[in-house]
């Protein structure tokens, strides 16, 4: 059984993917679609960082209570738990790690209504490997300036 045919409740939540590669930053991407998460960690890892993948937001949540991450990069309409809900736990549990929400469908009407909720980037779907890159280092630089001013 493949991780995108995992069914609640029978197993515990599966472990996250990994790929790594010698990074100083560790990002986890979050997406039910199976193509959408590996094309994700295939550009990430080709271009040098550490990455872990889960299919879905619960499996996230769970990852991101176990492991320490640098980005989270997360779809947004995803079963057992969105991207969006997945912003709120993280905000909820005062965990300052900076998100990319690269999805089809963008909640901007809660952004307006919950700004706490804003992403620290957003992507539209479809974006090119290129937008997705030029993302995570425009957020990771932004948080490493952030970390060496404490």
């Not at 993948?53 to 980005?71: H, P």
């Not at 909820?92 to 909720?117: D, E, G, H, Y």
Request: glycine share 4%; charged share 30%.
């Amino acid at each position: 059984m493949n991780d995108d045919t995992f069914i609640s409740g029978e197993k515990p939540a599966p472990k996250p993917t990994r790929a790594w590669k010698k990074s100083p930053h560790l990002v986890l991407v979050v997406d039910d679609d199976s193509d959408v998460r590996q094309l994700s960690v295939d550009v990430l890892t080709a271009s040098g960082y550490g990455v872990e993948a889960c299919n879905d937001g619960d499996a996230g949540w769970q990852a991101l209570q176990t492991r320490s991450y640098d980005l989270v990069i997360t779809d947004n309409k995803m079963p057992k738990m969105t991207g969006l809900e997945m912003i709120e736990k993280l905000r909820s549990a005062s965990m300052a790690l900076p998100v990319i929400m690269a999805t089809t469908f963008l909640p901007t009407s809660v952004f307006v209504r919950k700004p706490w909720l804003e992403p620290d980037a957003v992507l539209q779907r479809p974006c090119s490997n290129e937008d997705l890159l030029e993302a995570v280092k425009k957020v990771l630089r932004k948080d490493d300036n952030l970390k060496s001013r404490t």
